[in-house]
């Protein structure tokens, strides 16, 4: 079960996650093959610090924020994506408000992509409240920057309003979008793979990963995939 691509081609997708290594891990195989085979445009909205992201007692947040922010920069450049806006709020406090939404909006039209992609709110027992909250406000700030009465000081500065054509949610319940990554896995484990403070401390990450994506290919005719649910705008 494979999409096919919307009538005219999307050209600018921004993918908008809760931490950094989210993204690889959720879709750096999509993402490769979006880029370096279909040549499209790839930008990065990382919404925390990933300060709390780790077992390691013996660094503290700050340097972990730092140390994060630089993997999620040489995990970007493995793919190819074109460029990174971190937000930095705090790790674990991500809340889906006004304010964040409002963030997200500015950014949707400032950048004006054809596709976003972000975590499924809405998946049964997902964990995680960044992940939620990510999700949630990215789904609101598609409204927020579709319409023009929302945030009337962006058109005073020429942000106009902009509505991409789909969302892509990663790891939904229900996938409508089954993405053969099979010839970008090894792409996927090298981008995984600058995320060394998260994966140097898990032994067998790279077999874990595979795993995954195998599970995901398991009724397809090809060997691993990524999935997600389109929502078409």
Sequence with gaps: MVTTETKEPVKKLLVIMAHPDDAELGCGGTLAKWIRQEGKEVYYIVCTDGSKGTKDR????????????????????????????????????????????????????????????????????????????????????????????????????????????????????????????????EVKLEAVAQHKSQMGPMSGWQDRVRGMGARLAEKEPFAYAEIFKRVEL
């Design 58 to 185: 013996g660094i503290n947040p700050h340097s972990l924020a730092e140390i994060r922010e630089k993997e999620q920069e040489k995990a970007a450049q493995v793919l190819g994506v074109k460029g990174i806006t971190f937000l930095r709020h705090l790790d674990g406090e991500l809340k889906a408000d006004g304010a964040l939404c409002y963030e997200l909006a500015t950014l949707i039209r400032y950048h004006r992509p054809d596709r976003i992609v972000t975590h499924d709110p809405w998946r049964h027992y997902l964990i995680h409240p960044d992940h939620r909250a990510a999700g949630l406000a990215t789904t609101d700030a598609v409204v927020a920057a579709r319409d023009h009465l929302f945030l009337p000081a962006l058109l005073a500065i020429g942000l106009e309003p902009h509505s991409p054509r789909e969302i892509y949610y990663t790891f939904p319940d229900i996938p409508d979008v089954i993405s053969d990554i099979t010839e970008l896995m």
